[in-house]
């Protein structure tokens, strides 16, 4: 059973950063991609960023140009760098890894963007 750990959420004002991490059980060049995605109060799970095997990513427009996602694969984990955050990107953020036949999520970790 593969499971992703996520951390890095916490409280942080408008215009600040945050970096998450998603450190994975196992080898993550095992996954042909891993992503992150939020989850606002009464909104539905959204896509954040993504990133394959090879290194191509993904980005949702709302979080372009500020948000980067990278992995490091000796650590066995998945990095989102996120600046300039906003009030709207208060959300749950989840990890996510997919390989060809199975899907994995890790626990949530919040992040409050707020004054």
């Known amino acids: 059973q593969v499971q992703l750990v996520e951390s890095g959420g916490g409280l942080v004002q408008p215009g600040g950063s945050q970096r998450l991490s998603c450190a994975a059980s196992?080898?993550?060049?095992?996954?042909?991609?891993m992503g992150w995605y939020r989850q606002a109060p009464g909104k539905q799970r959204e896509l954040v960023a993504s990133i394959t095997s090879g290194g191509r990513t993904n980005y949702a427009d709302s979080v372009k140009g500020r948000f980067t996602i990278s992995r490091d694969n000796a650590k066995n984990t998945v990095y989102l760098q996120m600046n300039s955050l906003k009030a709207e990107d208060t959300a749950v953020y989840y990890c996510?890894?997919?390989?060809?036949?199975?899907?994995?999520w890790g626990q949530g970790t919040q992040v409050t963007v707020s004054s």
């Open positions: 996510n890894a997919v390989t060809l036949t199975e899907g994995y």
């Open positions: 196992r080898s993550i060049l095992l996954f042909n991609t």
